[in-house]
């Protein structure tokens, strides 16, 4: 991995601490011009009741790494990125192992983007499939 891949997953990973990312177990693993890549284990901690992940943990994910990604790709020394609206459709269950999420832009306008987060399994199965419009706010 070159250094400033390395560098980017540094920031994203060292901003979650103390968050509900780090709560959840999510690391960020993978970046390209147009992605960004998180996984998350699936344990007890993130299952609903019957033992298989939780939807809201899958888009807890999604947001995550699709808001970090509008950070990654927008210049964060001016504007704060926010997620305004999320839609998920949740495919398959899983109960173990990992889930990985991978953010591509869809559109990048000046105020708004539109982002598409697959969720899979470790066998690249897909879990879920969420969209993700985040809005860009200018720093005063």
């Given amino acids: ?6 560098k ?7 901003i979650t601490k103390g968050t509900l990312m780090e709560t959840l177990g999510i690391e960020y693993i993978d970046v390209g011009e147009n992605f ?10 993130v299952h609903q009741p019957d033992g298989v992940l939780h939807g809201g ?15 990654i790709f927008l210049d964060a020394q001016k504007f704060y990125v926010r997620g305004i ?3 998920a459709n949740h495919v398959k269950g899983i ?19 539109l982002w598409e987060i697959k969720i899979t ?7 879920s499939v ?3 419009t985040t809005i860009a706010l200018p720093k005063t």
Wanted: glycine residues 6%; proline residues 3%; aromatic residues 4%.
């Fill in 1 to 6: 991995m070159n250094e400033y891949k390395e």
């Fill in 36 to 45: 960004l890549v998180a996984k998350m284990p699936v344990t007890p901690k």
């Fill in 121 to 127: 399994d470790a066998e690249g199965a897909l879990v």
């Fill in 57 to 71: 943990a899958s888009v807890a994910l999604a947001e995550s790494v699709g808001s970090a990604a509008s950070y």
């Fill in 95 to 113: 109960r173990e192992g990992e889930v990985f999420a991978k953010a591509m832009i869809l559109h990048k306008g000046r105020t708004t983007q």
């Fill in 130 to 132: 969420c969209k993700l």
């Fill in 8 to 14: 980017i997953l540094k920031v994203c990973n060292d």
């Fill in 85 to 87: 609206e999320i839609a």
